[in-house]
């Protein structure tokens, strides 16, 4: 199966509120990424972690890194309608590789 | 906006027709990959490339040929369409020259139907 796995699959909050979505993966990784996608189109890259780091922030983005537990989570504060989307996270592979995508989180935002 | 270009944006066609997707980046970005993706699922890799006449497999088994003459164009060929490759296509760059902190920059894609 793929590297990530997200949880929730799907997320549905009312604007102005916190959401938060998390990732597993399995193996070793040098860092794990998260994109947006909007219904139809292609992906968008948001932020990247490095697999030293343990927090990372972006705007309304907040990226936690547990490389103990092997896991991930992506928090967007104060939710607008325009977040609606889906959210994938992606790792690396312990050499660098190519990027293994989960299933991905979807989120609705409504107004 | 990315600029990485996939043309057709749609595409209806007939099994057994020959198609070819294209993927055009004006980055110089030396790694391009595809990416098959079902509505509302996971991305399987089903090819990529490290530069020019460098083309690999992916994780997911694809009927699907690519090569890469250029830098900047990476397409994808269908020999023969089935149903089954109805799907939609995404194309992908990066670059590993510079610190790599910016991610895969991904084009809109192709939706693909074989009728």
């Known amino acids: 199966s793929q590297q990530g796995e997200e949880d929730p699959q799907a997320l549905s909050i009312q604007e102005g509120e916190n959401a938060t979505m998390n990732c597993s993966y399995k193996?070793?990784?040098?860092?794990l990424q998260w994109y947006r996608q909007n219904s139809g189109r292609g992906l968008v890259h948001l932020i990247l972690?490095?697999?030293?780091?343990r927090e990372k922030h972006s705007g309304r983005l907040r990226v936690t890194l547990d490389t103990s537990k092997k896991s991930s989570s992506l928090l967007i504060t104060a939710s607008r309608a325009a977040d609606t989307a889906s959210y994938f996270c992606?790792?690396?592979?312990?050499?660098?590789?190519?990027?293994?995508f989960g299933a991905g989180t979807i989120l609705r935002v409504k107004s | 906006e990315a600029d990485i270009y996939q043309t057709p944006r749609y595409l209806v066609i007939g099994t057994g027709k020959k198609i070819t997707l294209e993927c055009s980046q004006t980055?110089?970005?030396?790694?391009m990959y595809w990416y098959q993706q079902d509505p509302g699922m996971e991305l399987h890799l089903i090819h990529y490339?490290?530069?020019?006449?460098?083309?690999e497999k992916g994780d997911l088994s694809s009927e699907s040929t690519v090569s890469r003459i250029r830098t900047e164009h990476f397409p994808l060929t269908l020999e023969s369409a089935r149903p089954s490759h109805t799907s939609q296509y995404l194309c992908?760059?990066?670059?590993?020259?510079?610190?790599?902190?910016?991610?895969?920059?991904f084009g809109s894609g192709t939706r693909l139907t074989v009728v």
């Open positions: 992908a760059s990066s670059e590993t020259r510079r610190p790599n902190n910016y991610g895969y920059t």
């Open positions: 972690i490095r697999s030293n780091e």
């Open positions: 490339s490290y530069g020019v006449n460098s083309t």
């Open positions: 992606a790792t690396d592979g312990e050499y660098g590789n190519k990027l293994v």
């Open positions: 193996t070793s990784i040098n860092n």
């Open positions: 980055m110089g970005h030396d790694k």
